[in-house]
């Protein structure tokens, strides 16, 4: 994969960053996660929806995408005629940078991951794309959704 072709950026509407952080908040202490669809633009992927998934591991420091759900998830996106833009998860007590597991563990690059921290009380979030290694950070344009 050609790192040139990762998104620098990821449009997400508001009401698509809510879900997310009720579906985080709704599992704390586990660690959550999910997957996003979308599609990709010129350097940007563009969220069209968001699919919480079971954290496999039920862990407050590590999550593995249910592998069940994540084979009917990634035939849905398929169906829609979507991609895989990204893939969140959160840090229910660590800051919103990607740990070591989640760079050894990042098999997608083109995804986005989008991480949230809880650390501060409140939740708040980062992404960033993951390649052998390396780390780029990714720009959230927020729209209101269309
Ligand atoms: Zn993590």
């Known amino acids: 994969m050609d790192r040139s072709s990762a998104p620098t950026q990821i449009a997400i509407s508001a009401q698509d960053i809510e879900r997310m952080c009720r579906d985080v908040e709704a599992r704390r202490p586990e660690e959550a996660c999910g997957l996003l669809a979308g599609r990709f633009e010129r350097g940007a992927a563009r969220v069209e929806a968001v ?17 069940a759900e994540q084979i009917r998830a990634f035939a849905w996106i398929e169906a829609q005629g979507l991609e895989l833009t990204g893939i969140y998860h ?21 995804a986005v991951y989008w991480i949230w921290s809880g650390q501060n009380g409140a939740w708040q979030y980062a992404a960033f794309t993951i390649h052998q290694g390396e780390i780029a950070p990714v720009t959230i344009l927020t729209g209101s959704g269309e």
Do not use: C, K
């Not at 699919?51 to 592998?67: E, G, I, K, T, V």
């Open 90 to 110: 959160s840090h229910p007590e660590g800051p919103a940078v990607p740990s070591a597991t989640d760079i050894a563990e990042a098999y997608y690059p083109q």
């Open 51 to 67: 699919l919480p998934m079971q954290n496999a591991l039920h862990s407050p420091a590590r999550y593995r995408l249910d592998a």
